[in-house]
């Protein structure tokens, strides 16, 4: 550093003083960006029978229901027939899409739900991964990076199929929004919160805790299985305000670009219905720069002023709504 001309230092320690500040101050909230403790129990070992989920007459081994290039797919009368990069997907990168998102694309709380999105919004999205304008603000949550380099790895054809089979699906209920200030102990599983093992119950706080509707069927991949997300009380008031009127100029009306029910308007995506916990990880990675596509800068306004509480209340009152 000594022998660096006085400019060049203090641009360099300009550019380096604001991220150091901020890496302290600004930690990504762990209820949004889950990262399992490392040495956690191993996943159960296969026995090689057949198990079952309920409303389907199918039986899957464990290493079926484990397997991102043949996606387990225990309801094949409820979306329409999967393209193969959804059902399949193509060694050695790409996993089928219907693996993490399912093959409904309802998603789960680490991933996303893809049903019903816009199929130009859900390829814009994959070119931003692509030309690294999105990846996460929490690089140690698993799910995201893995996202980033299959996205990375996959072909446009491959793309406009996924992203039109997606946006063909039409959303129904998969998530339980609870006010309530107690909820049950949790750890993380993957990249998922789920009740811990040995049962008590502990403080909300501010947080918002999704699990498993049942864990059994959820790691089984079962996609007629949902969420419950469980909020701070007095949640849902203050996110409706926030949402539907911009509380006086903290936010703008998510309305005017997401469409009044909150399903969508042209290109740009529905946040009805949808994971809170998801809701949250993007509304903090567009606040903090780590999705800054062209597009994603039109929700720079809409996100400066927020707080977590914001986030969080936001989330839960978007999630409340009927996708
Ligand atoms: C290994 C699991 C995994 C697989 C397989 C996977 N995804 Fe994802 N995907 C994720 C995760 C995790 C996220 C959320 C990233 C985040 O929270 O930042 C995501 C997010 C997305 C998003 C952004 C959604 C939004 O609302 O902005 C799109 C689009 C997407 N995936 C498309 C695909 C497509 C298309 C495929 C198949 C070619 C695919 N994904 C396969 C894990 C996966
Ligand atoms: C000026 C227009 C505008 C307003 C107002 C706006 N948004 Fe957005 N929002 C967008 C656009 C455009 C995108 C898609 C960005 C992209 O393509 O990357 C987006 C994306 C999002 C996403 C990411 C969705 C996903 O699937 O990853 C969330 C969450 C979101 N907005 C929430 C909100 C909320 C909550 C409000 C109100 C408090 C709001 N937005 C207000 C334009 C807007």
Not at 46 to 70: H, M
Not at 92 to 98: A, E, I, Q, T, W
Not at 152 to 158: L, S, T, V, Y
């Amino acid at each position: 550093m000594k022998s660096l001309p006085i400019a060049l230092t203090l641009v360099l320690s300009m550019a380096t003083t604001p991220l150091r500040f901020s890496a302290a101050a600004d930690a990504p909230p762990p209820w949004a960006y889950p990262v399992a403790a490392p040495g956690g129990a191993a996943p159960a070992p296969d026995d090689g029978s057949p198990k079952r989920v309920p409303g389907s007459a199918i039986g899957l081994t464990l290493a079926q229901t484990r397997d991102g290039f043949d996606v387990p797919d225990w309801h094949p009368d409820g979306h329409p027939a999967m393209p193969p990069i959804v059902a399949r997907g193509r060694r050695p990168d790409v996993r089928g899409c219907g693996y993490c998102h399912l093959p409904n694309g309802f998603g789960r709380p680490e991933n996303a739900s893809l049903a019903g999105l816009p199929a130009a919004y859900i390829a814009r999205q994959m070119a931003d991964y692509k030309n690294d304008l999105r990846k996460s603000s929490e690089p140690k949550m698993g799910p995201p990076a893995a996202m980033l380099a299959l996205a990375k790895a996959a072909g446009d054809d491959e793309v406009r199929v996924a992203a039109e089979y997606f946006a063909s699906i039409r959303p129904t209920p998969w998530i339980r929004v609870v006010e309530t200030a107690t909820v049950p102990k949790t750890r993380v599983v993957g990249g998922m919160f789920v009740p811990a093992d040995d049962g008590g119950t502990e403080p909300i706080g501010q947080r918002i805790v999704e699990v498993p509707e049942d864990r059994a069927r959820t790691e089984l991949r079962d996609a007629a299985s949902g969420f419950i997300a469980y909020v701070p009380p007095g949640s849902l008031k203050k996110g409706e305000a926030l949402v539907t009127t911009g509380d006086s100029g903290r936010t703008i009306r998510c309305g005017i670009c997401h469409g009044d029910d909150l399903h969508g308007l042209g290109s740009v995506p529905a946040i009805a219905g949808r994971s809170p916990s998801y809701t949250g990880r993007q509304l903090w990675d567009l606040q903090h720069g780590a999705r800054h596509g062209r597009e994603a800068d039109l929700m720079k306004a809409t996100v400066a002023k927020l707080t977590e509480d914001d986030l969080i209340a936001i989330a839960a009152f978007t999630a409340s709504r009927v996708p």
